[in-house]
């Protein structure tokens, strides 16, 4: 019995019954509710019948746990007047056991430490279930509710949220666990999607990063994919409205491509990485869904290209020699940078006789001539992509990044009256104002190299830009973020 | 409870699912006709049909196999390729 006057003070203990430290310290929760002046609840997260005797509170939903923040049981807390004034102590440990609770000799029959478990609110995946449940983050976007009969994905399809293929649904839980992979605030504007020019949100981002099937872990790329398409040099809306095959490009530099397992290696255009499959295609989802930029709405695309889906890869950056794109562009390596270029679909360069610079350069520059048309000039900018066996001929002989550069420059020169309108009886060409004029292929920082593939194969690639490439169009556009 | 889903839209649609645009004009417009074969539709799309030709439309004549299942794909398919819109002679 304790006096009117006597102040108890308020003890919580969280337990669950599968946790041998939880049975261990059984004894000392009777000790403890039979001192005088404690106020002592007992939550239960897997068996509200331990301990025995009806004494514990249910909490197998996890909600005090939650609120309490509770890590490891068994956790005791002595309340203050306030929150800020609490006090904890986790497992057992008897001498901080004894000093929370005032009671010197507590437990004098126990051994002085056992660590404790895992909370169950600590469970895999069970924090953004308790978050979504019982947090304060509360995301703003329209709930759709499906009709018990509704297939979840066929549901994503018959609203016209796919590009076609299956896209995984945007419960909130997935798309709150989208979001604990930025720090950004969900209600922050990134900026205004084309076509519609809608406002969107780090939320929407996050919903169609969802639907495209990324990991939370490759959401800063997205974002920053969507900064970059949204950065005026490189004119999104108009790339989208073309009836050209060109779509973004996206190439990912820095330690983030590792840290995220991208593919720079075999394959790395091709299928089969998640990261590169589904980053590019979260770009694509949000300018369908938040933009309105649909095929044969505002996307007037004659053919379209299979990128479309999605065209997202990372440099090869294992020559510390070779500069990448990122640094081309003014970043260190040890920044994470991802460009987007307005591109089509991809053109193979087979070479497997060149060993000299001299020859390798020459091979790549007849090549490149065919961008867009091999008359056409100044108009369509390019990625040159350089396998390794070719940037190892280039290596070997001594030659650096800048001189391949040059090379390629001088090998594109041509007179115009080579290109104009007629010549070679195609009527396709350059307008005749040109015809006593020395032309490049590409503008002033039209080509850009990239350096990636698998280390067998001499064959390396063209992406081809869109015709309306520089200030008149679209410019490559990079965007570092941490 | 039902699966709630987060719009990934921009918002500017109803959440509910809209029925495809309507025709703005009968003139040169394909209507199908779909008897799902109950008696006497027959008689009612002779009827429905004379009043579409009159309004300019060309009539296409489909039947279901028996009222009693959904038309088999390949008549939706059909139906869907050949016609612009569709009227189902409903009976009883």
Redesign the interface.
């Known amino acids: 019995m304790t006096s009117p006057e006597s102040v108890n003070t308020r003890y919580s203990l969280f337990l669950k019954r599968d946790c041998p430290t939880c049975q261990l310290i059984l004894p000392v929760i009777d000790e403890l509710r039979a001192a005088p002046n404690v106020a002592l609840t007992i939550y239960s997260q897997d068996d509200p019948s331990f301990p025995e005797g009806g004494i514990a509170i249910d909490d197998s939903e996890l909600e005090h746990s939650y609120r309490a923040n509770i890590e490891v049981v068994p956790t005791l807390i002595r309340h203050g007047a306030t929150a800020e004034q609490d006090a904890r102590t986790q497992g057992w440990d008897r001498q901080l056991w004894r000093e929370l609770s005032s009671i010197a000799e507590l437990a004098s029959e126990l051994i002085e430490f056992k660590p404790g478990c895992g909370s169950k609110s600590q469970d895999p995946g069970m924090s953004e279930v308790l978050e979504l449940k019982y947090g304060e983050r509360k995301?703003v976007?329209?709930?759709?509710?499906?009709?018990?009969s509704?297939d979840?994905i066929e549901?994503?399809f018959?609203?016209g949220?796919s590009d076609g293929l299956p896209v995984v649904?945007?419960?909130?839980l997935r798309?709150l666990r989208m979001l604990h992979g930025t720090d950004r605030a969900a209600d922050e504007v990134i900026g205004l999607?084309p076509p519609?020019n809608?406002?969107?949100t780090i939320?929407?981002v996050a919903?169609?990063a969802v639907?495209a099937g990324c990991q939370p872990e490759y959401f800063p790329i997205v974002l920053a994919s969507v900064e970059a398409a949204l950065q005026d040099k490189f004119c999104m809306h108009g790339l989208l409205c073309t009836t050209y095959f060109s779509s973004p490009v996206i190439i990912v530099n820095g330690p983030v491509a590792k840290r995220i397992g991208m593919n720079s290696g075999i394959n790395a255009l091709g299928q089969g990485n998640r990261a590169n499959a589904t980053i590019g295609r979260a770009l694509q989802?949000l300018i369908r869904?938040?933009?309105?930029g649909v095929p044969g709405g505002i996307d007037r695309a004659t053919l379209g290209n299979p990128g479309k889906y999605s065209y997202c890869f990372a440099e090869d950056e294992s020559d510390p020699d070779w500069p990448t794109l990122a640094q081309d562009r003014g970043y260190s390596r040890n920044e994470s940078v991802v460009s987007v270029f307005a591109g089509e679909g991809l053109q193979g360069i087979v070479d497997q006789q060149s060993r000299t610079p001299e020859s390798l350069s020459l091979s790549f520059a007849a090549s490149l001539r065919s961008v867009a048309h091999n008359k056409l000039f100044g108009l369509a900018d390019a990625i040159l992509i350089v396998s390794p066996e070719h940037r190892r001929v280039f290596k070997q002989a001594g030659w650096s990044k800048e001189d391949l550069r040059t090379a390629l420059y001088n090998a594109l020169m041509t007179p115009g009256e080579a290109v104009v309108r007629g010549a070679d009886g195609i009527a396709e060409g350059m307008p005749e104002k040109f015809k006593d004029k020395i032309l490049n292929k590409f503008r002033d920082d039209g080509l850009h190299i990239v350096s990636l593939g698998g280390t067998a194969g001499m064959f390396s690639a063209i992406i081809g830009g869109w015709v309306a490439s520089g200030e008149r169009g679209s410019q490559l556009a990079s965007q570092p973020f941490s | 409870m039902h699966t709630i889903l987060l719009d990934p839209t921009a918002e500017l649609r109803p959440v509910e699912r809209q029925i495809l645009p309507r025709l703005t004009t009968l003139t040169g417009a394909t209507i199908g006709l779909l008897d799902i074969s109950k008696p006497r539709g027959k008689e009612f799309l002779d009827e429905v049909e004379r009043q579409l030709k009159a309004l300019g439309a060309r009539v296409r004549r489909y039947a279901k196999p028996t009222f009693a299942r959904t038309a088999p794909l390949e008549l939706t398919q059909r139906i869907s390729s050949e016609c612009d819109a569709v009227i189902e002679g409903l009976a009883d």
Do not use: Q
């Open positions: 995301m976007s329209r709930e759709v509710e499906l009709a018990a509704e979840d549901a994503c018959d609203r949220w649904p945007p419960t909130p798309v999607i519609d809608m406002s969107c939320e929407k919903i169609n639907l989802l869904n938040v933009g309105g």
